[in-house]
T-cell receptor, first 113, second 110 residues
Framework: KAGVTQTPRYLIKTRGQQVTLSCSPI?????VSWYQQTPGQGLQFLFE???????NKGNFPGRFSGRQFSNSRSEMNVSTLELGDSALYLC????????????FGEGSRLTVL | GQNIDQPTEMTATEGAIVQINCTYQ??????LFWYQQHAGEAPTFLSY????GLEEKGRFSSFLSRSKGYSYLLLKELQMKDSASYLC???????????FGKGTRLHILP
């Protein structure tokens, strides 16, 4: 079956702009988690959605938001981009919430200039 | 990662054995996971320990001691393709959030 699909794979934005990233989970998976990965900080948890509800949220400012649709696809949005938002954004899906066996997408690499 | 410690880098020789340690805050966590991430690729699930002891899966084994807040990943008969980052992660009790360590970059020498 198809894996987790993230779009776009690469994007370049300038400070102050906003960006929307998309994630399609594995068919049948209802939980989607988002992580930010940088060389210095590793994988930092952003949020988790399960059945269209935000179940968990990490310690990121309100500029970072997300949502999940009825088909389990998820989007995350970052507004008023800052240079420090440059990172690889990884989406992971799982059958249900909190299982720990996460299936990651290839990620969306965001560069903010 | 929050309250999760693992070495930043390790080097080992092809054919040898290497142990990657992970320590975490003992209270408030249940379930420990190991992931492998090759450069430029997505992390992939390796193992899951919820009870104390050793779980073996082919060349890879993972050990957990909940009372000590300690785990290790043991890789045997190292191959060049094992060069990757190895991420330790724990599940937090109060909200089931999965928290990752910063990862250990493993270099395999021929």
């Amino acid at each position: 079956k198809a894996g987790v699909t993230q779009t776009p794979r690469y994007l370049i934005k300038t400070r102050g702009q906003q960006v929307t990233l998309s994630c399609s989970p594995i068919s049948g998976h209802r939980s989607v988690s988002w992580y930010q990965q940088t060389p210095g900080q590793g994988l930092q948890f952003l949020f988790e959605y399960f059945s269209e509800t935000q179940r968990n949220k990490g310690n990121f400012p309100g500029r970072f938001s997300g949502r999940q649709f009825s088909n389990s696809r998820s989007e995350m949005n970052v507004s008023t981009l800052e240079l420090g938002d440059s990172a690889l954004y990884l989406c992971a899906s799982s059958l249900t919430s909190g299982t720990g066996e996460l299936f990651f997408g290839e990620g969306s690499r965001l560069t903010v200039l | 990662g929050q309250n999760i410690d693992q070495p930043t880098e390790m080097t080992a020789t092809e054919g040898a054995i290497v142990q990657i340690n992970c320590t975490y805050q003992t209270s408030g966590f249940n379930g420990l996971f190991w992931y492998q991430q090759h450069a430029g690729e997505a992390p992939t699930f390796l193992s899951y320990n919820v009870l104390d002891g050793l779980e073996e899966k082919g060349r890879f084994s993972s050990f957990l001691s909940r009372s000590k807040g300690y785990s290790y990943l043991l890789l045997k008969e190292l191959q060049m393709k094992d060069s990757a980052s190895y991420l330790c992660a724990v599940r937090r009790n109060r909200d089931d959030k999965i928290i990752f360590g910063k990862g250990t970059r493993l270099h395999i020498l021929p």
